[in-house]
């Protein structure tokens, strides 16, 4: 597994149970400080209503904005890392026969509902007279929850060392340009090889894999503060306006924009 780098550790809250069936936690996060890897007794949805998170499992890191969340199962061991300032809104929730939730980490989009019962939530916890207001808002989190739509960016990572010797050198020099062929020169293998044992170990082909790669190092990047043009050439564009045009396109907004959007 790769290692996110320059980072501070700080403590994974203390807490050996829950008061209650979903319980909302928050913190202000600085830039570049990171909870290690822990897991829960309990479920978790990793939120924040502002800046952007980097959230780390085995296989697989997803970098989540303020229009994003991802659900981690109970015991999935993960680390959550803030790539510029965050306010952080997660919820925990208690296992149920009738959660109907995933069994595996899930990325949904946050509806502009959502955001504003985990924000009235937060408000609201720990005001006994409101207990009867606490479980509608409940309810009716669990309920959008349950409705969020499902979203399928993630970077995943491989297991065997043929493909974590691609992907580590991918990582450290994401402009690198070597080509399906000079890979397998190098490992010993073919690139039809190659080719059909990343799809079958990570689910998607080299080249979509290193695109994933680009965006997802070009947010942490731009969170943190870098110039847009080292960016492009760092990732391996031609062009400042080819990476632009790129991101655009994926993300909705200009690179210029997207940290302050």
């Known amino acids: 597994m790769y290692h996110l780098r320059g980072w501070v550790d700080i403590e994974v809250p203390d807490i050996e149970c829950l008061p209650k069936a979903i319980f909302p936690r928050s913190q ?129 990572w491989p297991q065997s060392l043929m493909l974590q010797t691609i992907c580590n050198s991918l990582y450290a020099n994401p402009a690198d340009k070597r080509s399906v062929d000079d890979w397998g020169r190098e490992l010993g293998a073919s690139a039809r090889t190659l080719t059909r044992r990343f799809e079958n170990e990570m689910g998607i082909t080299i080249r979509e894999w290193r695109f994933r790669l680009r965006l997802s190092l070009a947010m942490e990047w731009l969170c943190s503060g870098r110039n847009i043009t080292e960016i492009a050439l760092d990732l391996g564009y031609s062009s400042t306006s080819a990476f632009t045009y790129m991101f655009r396109k994926e993300m909705g907004c200009p690179p210029s924009e997207w940290c302050v959007s």
Not at 54 to 68: D, L, S, W
Not at 96 to 106: A, G, Q, Y
Not at 115 to 122: A, C, N, Q, Y
């Open 28 to 156: 202000s996060l600085l830039p570049r400080q990171r909870f290690p890897v822990h897991s829960h007794n309990w479920n978790q949805f990793v939120y924040a209503t502002s800046g952007t998170l980097a959230v780390t499992v085995a296989r697989a890191r997803y970098v989540i904005t303020p229009e994003q969340a991802i659900w981690v199962p109970t015991g999935v061991n993960h680390s959550v890392a803030a790539l510029n300032g965050v306010e952080f809104r997660n919820l925990y929730v208690l296992d149920s026969p009738d959660l109907m939730m995933p069994s595996d980490c899930t990325v949904f989009s946050v509806t502009p509902l959502l955001r504003e019962l985990i924000i009235e939530l937060e408000n609201i916890t720990g005001q006994t007279k409101n207990k009867s207001y606490v479980d509608l808002l409940d309810n009716l989190i669990l309920e959008q929850l349950r409705r969020s739509p499902k979203m399928n960016f993630h970077l995943p």
